[in-house]
């Protein structure tokens, strides 16, 4: 799998592909837009992405539905299901980054799965990652109705625990990093998984969005004793909880889609 991309993330997913269902929310329930209606980052203490000037290409109009199940102990399965639509012309435009937003009665427990390095996956494939180490998965369609199966492992990048998100019949592996979200998005999340999307070869305006994007974080495991998930609430089933996802995309346009689950289960 050395053909794998090298793609850099600090949370988020894909390169341009998430929402879906109600009318697309543009700033999250609880954090307004910034200066001239952006809005503002909601974690700036994660990875840089190096600068790169805006092009002049198609709005994405994206919507997001996430689902919430809980499992056993306090795990719970996160499904984040973003659809994307180019306001003109039939292909979205490509993005730089996702952030995505977690309930504040979510947190996470990286430190009790095993870890797959990048250079595992691409020396050797995802097959050689640790068992135990697959978090999740989904699947990734792109414009014409071409789809891949997207897998995501638990894993640290640098100092930071993350998610690798790998596409293998893309060859596209992203990185997330799992970060604290800053003010004004504290009311409604305290965790994020930030993906940055570095500048590559291929012109800003020629980079294609997809057109569906689902992941899930939701694996669990016996951790000293007793059942523990990659992905953990504090809530009891029947409680309402808020995720949102922070996009930004190569024509400089920022859109928060943002969805309220009810915890099943």
Same mark, same amino acid.
């Given at each position: 799998m050395s053909r794998i991309a090298r793609t850099v993330v600090v949370v988020g997913v894909m390169a341009s592909a998430f929402a879906a269902a109600p009318a697309p929310a543009l700033?999250? $329930?609880? $954090?307004g837009a910034g200066a001239g209606g952006v809005p503002p980052d909601p974690a700036p203490g994660g990875l840089q992405r190096p600068?790169?000037? =805006? *092009? =002049? *290409?198609?709005?994405? /109009? =994206?919507?997001l539905d996430v689902t919430a199940t809980k499992g056993a102990g306090r795990s719970v399965t996160l499904v984040f299901d973003r659809r994307s639509r180019a306001a003109t012309g039939d292909v979205p435009a490509g993005a730089r980054r996702f952030v995505f937003l977690f309930d504040r009665s979510i947190r996470f427990r990286?430190?009790?799965?095993p870890t797959c390095d990048r250079t595992v996956i691409e020396a050797r494939g995802t097959d050689a990652c640790p068992p135990g180490s697959r978090i999740g998965?989904?699947? $990734?369609?792109?414009?014409?109705?071409? $789809?891949?199966?997207? @897998?995501?492992?638990n894993t640290r990048i640098g100092e930071r625990p993350g998610v @690798?998100?790998? /596409?293998?019949g893309a060859g596209t592996l992203l990185e997330q990093t799992l970060e604290r979200v800053a003010d004004p998005y504290r009311g409604d999340y305290r965790w994020a998984l =930030?993906?940055? @999307?570095?500048?590559?070869?291929?012109?800003?305006?020629?980079r294609v969005g997809t057109t569906r994007f689902q992941l899930s974080f939701g694996a669990t495991r016996v951790h000293h004793g007793r059942t523990v998930g990659f992905a953990e609430t504090t809530a009891r089933p029947g409680a309402t909880l808020r995720f949102g996802l922070w996009s930004e995309f190569v024509s400089g346009q920022v859109i928060v889609p943002t969805d309220r689950s009810r915890l099943t289960g």
């Open positions: 700033t999250s $329930a609880g $954090a600068y790169e000037p =805006d *092009v =002049d *290409v198609t709005r994405n /109009i =994206d919507t990286p430190d009790a799965f998965g989904g699947r $990734a369609e792109f414009p014409g109705g071409r $789809a891949q199966d997207v @897998l995501a492992f @690798l998100v790998v /596409i293998p =930030d993906e940055i @999307l570095p500048v590559t070869s291929v012109p800003p305006q020629n």
